[in-house]
């Protein structure tokens, strides 16, 4: 027991769950079951009417299902009858020939020697019929009759040996003792498993023969009403203990637990342990299998009711290891210890979950900041700035009318098409105070040097980044038949701390100097 506590905890609690010990708390009344704890069922058929000529249409299984002082009267008595009739007989054909008043006359031929009487025709009916054959009775040739009727009587016996001989044989090689050695928890548990709730009993094999092919099966027994208004009562529903995965196939050589998960399939997916208490059912457990000494197939059964459903409970462990082998103790066969549980239903425990959490909520600040960080930020500004820079410096000289139109023609339409990409992707165009911090400070860095590294960056859209220069932007925006060759690109703008001298061709330079 200390060993049993330091694995599970100081908590945890064995009850023995006998039903000869007393409990204080009030007994509840015992109401009639439908299958008895041995197996037994508990039902009657009656007002057969008619129908009862069925039963002797199939005679021999009649008698097998027949209680075994039944069958012991009826296999005395048949015998008994049989020989009596059958030694009258013989007893009638002697007097009819006359035998019985010539039995000690030498000279005269008798049908069956040495029959004076009914007790020595009856001691020869079972010399004839037990085949023993003592030599003093026998047939003579001069009686036909009797030649006829010990044909018959060897066919009859043989009739009746084969009828009454097979029946007690059937009746006593039946399987039905083999399933007091298989043996059932007293009570089903309820309590956790894997993370899940689970009904729960044990089964156990006393005999060292193995069950061939195992296969359990249990049955929820319950009367419910339909929704037209139709009552059912005793209904029977299946419960799932495996059968798509196969747990429901046992290699029964030591106690194992069966397990039912209740789930939103399972027909408690709505019991508590509140709710327990005022439920009426009954849980009918069937393991059947293959004897291995006979080959016949055997049927064990048993039920729980709802008094005999523990909630938060759990079976104590009956295995341990020896030198050589493992040992089982049926002793803990049916003991259970307890354990932390849940006391609502499943179906309270998901509705639980399915509420949504407020910390989970998201806000409208977060999503407007989660919204800000998609979007791609084009700054118009930026490109100003760039080039109000580039005139205070004094590094842009005097062009002709003509190249003038040409620059401010091709910065508005710049313009135009920068705004015209942000409001197509529904995107905020920021200035540089909206830009991170890295690029306001180049941006009011002075100098040429500071003015030259000044780019229009966009933030991460999802995980690809993306650069982009307010030269890229201009490139882009150009038809396809205008872009140029594969190469550097260079911004027809200004550039930040540049001329614009150095972008021309020298012919236009030229006539820049010359004016």
């Given at each position: 027991?200390?060993?049993?506590?330091?694995?599970?905890?100081?908590?945890?609690?064995?009850?023995?769950?006998?039903?000869?010990?007393?409990?204080?708390?009030?007994?509840?009344?015992?109401?009639?079951?439908?299958?008895?704890?041995?197996?037994?069922?508990?039902?009657?058929?009656?007002?057969?009417?008619?129908?009862?000529?069925?039963?002797?249409?199939?005679?021999?299984?009649?008698?097998?299902?027949?209680?075994?002082?039944?069958?012991?009267?009826?296999?005395?008595?048949?015998?008994?009858?049989?020989?009596?009739?059958?030694?009258?007989?013989?007893?009638?054909?002697?007097?009819?020939?006359?035998?019985?008043?010539h039995g000690h006359d030498s000279s005269y031929t008798p049908c069956v020697a040495n029959v004076y009487n009914f007790p020595s025709a009856f001691l020869f009916f079972i010399e004839t019929e037990a085949t023993i054959g003592y030599g003093y009775r026998y047939i003579t040739e001069k009686c036909p009759e009797g030649i006829i009727l010990f044909l018959f009587q060897s066919l009859l016996g043989?009739?009746?040996?084969?009828?009454?001989?097979?029946?007690?044989?059937?009746?006593?090689?039946?399987?039905?003792?083999?399933?007091?050695?298989?043996?059932?928890?007293?009570?089903?548990?309820?309590?956790?498993?894997?993370?899940?709730?689970?009904?729960?009993f044990r089964v156990g094999n006393l005999r060292n023969s193995h069950m061939v092919s195992a296969q359990i099966r249990c049955k929820l027994i319950k009367s419910r009403q339909t929704p037209e208004g139709e009552f059912l009562p005793l209904d029977q529903c299946e419960l799932d203990v495996g059968f798509g995965t196969g747990a429901d196939q046992l290699f029964l050589v030591s106690p194992l637990?069966?397990?039912?998960?209740?789930?939103?399939?399972?027909?408690?997916?709505?019991?508590?342990?509140?709710?327990?208490?005022?439920?009426?059912?009954?849980?009918?457990?069937?393991?059947?299998?293959?004897?291995?000494?006979?080959?016949?197939?055997?049927?064990?059964?048993?039920s729980y009711t709802e008094d005999e459903v523990l909630w938060g409970h759990r079976f104590l462990p009956v295995m341990s290891l020896e030198e050589g082998f493992f040992r089982v103790d049926y002793s803990q066969f049916h003991s259970t210890f307890e354990v932390p549980t849940p006391p609502y239903s499943v179906k309270e425990h998901e509705e639980k979950n399915s509420l949504p959490s407020p910390l989970s909520t998201p806000t409208p600040a977060l999503t407007e900041s989660h919204g800000a960080r998609r979007d791609r930020v084009f700054s118009v500004d930026c490109i100003n700035t760039s080039e109000e820079r580039g005139r205070q410096a004094g590094t842009v000289g005097r062009l002709p009318s003509k190249l003038q139109r040409m620059s401010s023609s091709g910065k508005e339409d710049l313009q135009r098409k920068v705004l015209l990409l942000g409001s197509q992707h529904s995107e905020k165009a920021c200035s540089t105070g909206d830009l991170p911090l890295k690029l306001q400070r180049l941006s009011s860095s002075p100098g040429p040097e500071a003015e030259n590294r000044l780019q229009l960056k966009s933030i991460k859209v999802g995980f690809e980044p993306m650069t982009q220069s307010t030269g890229d932007l201009y490139q882009h925006s150009l038809p396809p038949t205008l872009s140029p060759a594969p190469g550097p690109m260079h911004s027809p703008l200004l550039s930040a701390g540049g001329r614009l001298e150095d972008n021309l061709p020298p012919k236009l330079r030229k006539m820049n100097a010359d004016r």
């Amino acid at each position: 027991m200390a060993a049993l506590r330091r694995k599970f905890g100081e908590d945890y609690q064995v009850v023995n769950t006998n039903r000869a010990t007393t409990f204080s708390a009030p007994v509840k009344k015992k109401r009639q079951r439908f299958v008895d704890k041995n197996g037994r069922c508990n039902v009657q058929h009656g007002n057969l009417g008619g129908e009862t000529s069925r039963y002797l249409s199939d005679l021999f299984t009649t008698l097998v299902d027949l209680k075994w002082r039944w069958n012991l009267l009826i296999f005395i008595l048949t015998y008994t009858i049989a020989w009596l009739v059958m030694a009258s007989m013989w007893w009638i054909i002697a007097y009819i020939r006359g035998d019985l008043n010539h039995g000690h006359d030498s000279s005269y031929t008798p049908c069956v020697a040495n029959v004076y009487n009914f007790p020595s025709a009856f001691l020869f009916f079972i010399e004839t019929e037990a085949t023993i054959g003592y030599g003093y009775r026998y047939i003579t040739e001069k009686c036909p009759e009797g030649i006829i009727l010990f044909l018959f009587q060897s066919l009859l016996g043989s009739i009746v040996d084969a009828f009454l001989i097979g029946c007690m044989f059937i009746k006593m090689s039946q399987p039905k003792k083999r399933a007091e050695t298989l043996m059932f928890s007293q009570d089903a548990v309820i309590s956790q498993r894997d993370g899940k709730l689970c009904l729960m009993f044990r089964v156990g094999n006393l005999r060292n023969s193995h069950m061939v092919s195992a296969q359990i099966r249990c049955k929820l027994i319950k009367s419910r009403q339909t929704p037209e208004g139709e009552f059912l009562p005793l209904d029977q529903c299946e419960l799932d203990v495996g059968f798509g995965t196969g747990a429901d196939q046992l290699f029964l050589v030591s106690p194992l637990t069966i397990c039912h998960e209740i789930n939103p399939k399972s027909p408690f997916f709505d019991l508590s342990q509140r709710s327990l208490m005022n439920e009426q059912f009954e849980i009918v457990v069937i393991l059947e299998g293959i004897v291995e000494t006979t080959g016949m197939t055997c049927q064990a059964r048993t039920s729980y009711t709802e008094d005999e459903v523990l909630w938060g409970h759990r079976f104590l462990p009956v295995m341990s290891l020896e030198e050589g082998f493992f040992r089982v103790d049926y002793s803990q066969f049916h003991s259970t210890f307890e354990v932390p549980t849940p006391p609502y239903s499943v179906k309270e425990h998901e509705e639980k979950n399915s509420l949504p959490s407020p910390l989970s909520t998201p806000t409208p600040a977060l999503t407007e900041s989660h919204g800000a960080r998609r979007d791609r930020v084009f700054s118009v500004d930026c490109i100003n700035t760039s080039e109000e820079r580039g005139r205070q410096a004094g590094t842009v000289g005097r062009l002709p009318s003509k190249l003038q139109r040409m620059s401010s023609s091709g910065k508005e339409d710049l313009q135009r098409k920068v705004l015209l990409l942000g409001s197509q992707h529904s995107e905020k165009a920021c200035s540089t105070g909206d830009l991170p911090l890295k690029l306001q400070r180049l941006s009011s860095s002075p100098g040429p040097e500071a003015e030259n590294r000044l780019q229009l960056k966009s933030i991460k859209v999802g995980f690809e980044p993306m650069t982009q220069s307010t030269g890229d932007l201009y490139q882009h925006s150009l038809p396809p038949t205008l872009s140029p060759a594969p190469g550097p690109m260079h911004s027809p703008l200004l550039s930040a701390g540049g001329r614009l001298e150095d972008n021309l061709p020298p012919k236009l330079r030229k006539m820049n100097a010359d004016r």
